[in-house]
């Protein structure tokens, strides 16, 4: 990721599904204005899906998303659609191809309706699309079965000419969620001049050399916002205080060192941390909340799942791996069980855990982490973040700002 670049996960996720050979892929080159994925005549060319970042015009940063063909077949096409469906989660707008490899709309609808379907129920807004619209006589199709599920009749367009590639981007800003691109990460915690005072421990997680991303982000916010500024290394903390001129109004810090910083804030600085703002830009704050008190009733046989976004190389003192295990085992017994699971690795059957514990999810997009929720939520099991977990186990979160 380049660090001039708007982070994918702040992107607007755009997934083109479709069979197989319907031009997916022709159709994501043709909004890219270049060839970013492959194309073939060969059923199946796309095993994987492709994520292209770019800027459109009346919308912004997008990421659009090509994705397997959904009438895969044999053992490693069902692995692929699998794929797909995991693409399913994070997607906030779906194109919908309806065409078969000639540009027909195929007499039988049934898989393509299912998984307009399956996008509804997720609430995910569907264009429906008629690609090669060159290759047929498109005028004479029937569309009423498309029509009838999805509420609108399908554009057609063609990924060869580029007709009706303006069409889509249309349709796409009529689709735009209307709270995409309003959440803050800092919300209305503070505002012009306030003076905000950001503790960054540098251990061996930290990075050689850059910021990790939500204290990137939540620094750009700041000097967005116009507010005063202020770095310093948990161990400076002390000599920091002492040079300002007047307490900060917020002091942001790591969860890991919540617990240090708060014995040496000022009485009349509020105490958050990165973890704890993205728990509310990211997710269902209240929930995680709630979801935290469930702690107090966790025992030696409970088991906890622990759900990394990151998919790095476990270090040493990590906070997922380590540094919260041993918090929670600290707590409630050595005998305590914990899973952790990392990327996209979600298990679909909950049951099984009496709490589920989500990092910061600085690297999901926020309909992902939403989605995530709701899955705990429908099998009836409590789900918080890193932040809110840390500060329930060390007293304070009655005592921090979300």
Same mark, same amino acid.
């Given at each position: 990721?380049?660090?001039?670049? !708007?982070?994918?996960?702040?992107?607007?996720?755009?997934?083109?599904?479709?069979?197989?050979?319907?031009?997916?892929?022709?159709?994501?080159?043709?909004? *890219?204005?270049?060839?970013?994925?492959? +194309?073939?005549?060969? $059923?199946?060319?796309?095993?994987? $899906?492709?994520?292209?970042?770019?800027?459109?015009?009346?919308?912004?940063?997008? %990421?659009?998303?090509?994705?397997?063909?959904?009438?895969?077949?044999?053992?490693?096409?069902?692995?692929?659609?699998?794929?797909?469906?995991?693409?399913?989660?994070?997607?906030?707008?779906?194109?919908?191809?309806?065409?078969?490899?000639?540009?027909?709309?195929?007499?039988?609808?049934?898989? &393509?309706?299912?998984?307009?379907?399956?996008?509804?129920? =997720?609430?995910?807004?569907?264009?429906?699309?008629?690609?090669?619209?060159?290759?047929? &006589?498109?005028? !004479?199709?029937? +569309? @009423?079965?498309?029509?009838?599920?999805?509420?609108?009749?399908?554009?057609?367009?063609?990924?060869?000419?580029?007709?009706?590639?303006?069409?889509?981007?249309?349709?796409?800003?009529?689709?735009?969620? #209307? &709270?995409? &691109?309003?959440?803050?990460?800092?919300?209305?915690?503070?505002? #012009?001049?306030?003076?905000?005072?950001?503790?960054?421990?540098?251990?061996?997680?930290?990075?050689?050399?850059?910021?990790? %991303?939500?204290?990137?982000?939540?620094?750009?916010?700041?000097?967005?916002?116009?507010?005063?500024?202020?770095?310093?290394?948990?161990?400076?903390?002390?000599?920091?205080?002492? *040079?300002?001129?007047?307490?900060?109004?917020?002091?942001?810090?790591?969860?890991?060192?919540?617990?240090?910083?708060?014995?040496?804030?000022?009485?009349? @600085?509020?105490?958050?941390?990165?973890?704890?703002?993205?728990?509310?830009?990211?997710?269902?704050?209240?929930?995680? +909340?709630?979801? *935290?008190?469930?702690?107090?009733?966790?025992? =030696?046989?409970?088991?906890?799942?622990?759900? #990394?976004?990151?998919?790095?190389?476990?270090?040493?003192?990590?906070?997922?791996? +380590?540094?919260?295990?041993?918090?929670?085992?600290?707590?409630?017994?050595?005998?305590?069980?914990?899973?952790?699971?990392?990327?996209?690795?979600?298990? $679909?059957?909950?049951?099984?855990? @009496?709490?589920?514990?989500?990092?910061? *999810?600085?690297?999901?997009?926020?309909?992902?982490?939403?989605?995530?929720?709701?899955?705990?939520?429908?099998?009836?099991?409590?789900?918080?973040?890193?932040?809110?977990?840390?500060?329930?186990?060390?007293?304070?979160?009655?005592?921090? #700002?979300?």
């Amino acid at each position: 990721m380049s660090f001039i670049q !708007t982070p994918n996960s702040n992107r607007l996720h755009i997934a083109l599904f479709g069979r197989r050979n319907s031009g997916k892929s022709s159709l994501v080159n043709a909004l *890219a204005g270049q060839d970013v994925t492959l +194309v073939s005549d060969t $059923p199946g060319t796309t095993t994987d $899906p492709v994520l292209k970042a770019m800027e459109i015009h009346g919308i912004g940063p997008c %990421l659009f998303i090509d994705t397997p063909g959904y009438d895969d077949e044999g053992e490693l096409g069902k692995q692929r659609v699998e794929r797909t469906l995991q693409i399913v989660e994070k997607t906030d707008i779906a194109l919908l191809l309806c065409n078969k490899e000639n540009g027909d709309i195929p007499s039988d609808l049934t898989e &393509d309706i299912h998984w307009i379907e399956l996008l509804k129920k =997720k609430k995910i807004p569907v264009i429906p699309l008629v690609n090669k619209a060159d290759s047929s &006589d498109y005028a !004479t199709l029937n +569309v @009423s079965a498309i029509e009838k599920h999805t509420s609108s009749s399908p554009l057609f367009v063609s990924a060869k000419t580029g007709h009706g590639i303006e069409l889509i981007r249309q349709a796409i800003i009529r689709c735009l969620p #209307e &709270d995409f &691109d309003a959440q803050s990460i800092t919300g209305t915690l503070i505002t #012009e001049d306030d003076l905000v005072l950001l503790v960054m421990p540098q251990d061996v997680q930290a990075p050689k050399g850059r910021l990790i %991303l939500p204290q990137a982000q939540t620094l750009r916010e700041l000097l967005d916002k116009k507010c005063i500024t202020i770095c310093c290394t948990t161990d400076k903390l002390p000599n920091t205080l002492q *040079a300002l001129s007047r307490p900060p109004k917020l002091i942001i810090t790591d969860s890991q060192v919540f617990k240090t910083v708060y014995e040496q804030k000022p009485k009349e @600085s509020k105490l958050t941390s990165f973890s704890v703002l993205f728990a509310a830009y990211k997710g269902d704050i209240d929930y995680y +909340v709630e979801s *935290a008190k469930h702690i107090e009733n966790l025992n =030696k046989s409970s088991c906890i799942l622990i759900a #990394e976004a990151c998919t790095h190389a476990p270090l040493s003192e990590d906070i997922g791996r +380590v540094k919260l295990p041993r918090l929670l085992k600290k707590r409630i017994g050595e005998e305590l069980q914990i899973d952790i699971v990392s990327g996209n690795d979600f298990p $679909p059957d909950l049951s099984k855990y @009496s709490l589920i514990i989500q990092c910061g *999810a600085c690297m999901f997009n926020r309909k992902y982490v939403l989605n995530r929720i709701e899955q705990a939520k429908k099998q009836q099991i409590p789900m918080t973040n890193y932040g809110i977990a840390i500060a329930f186990m060390n007293n304070i979160l009655d005592k921090i #700002e979300y």
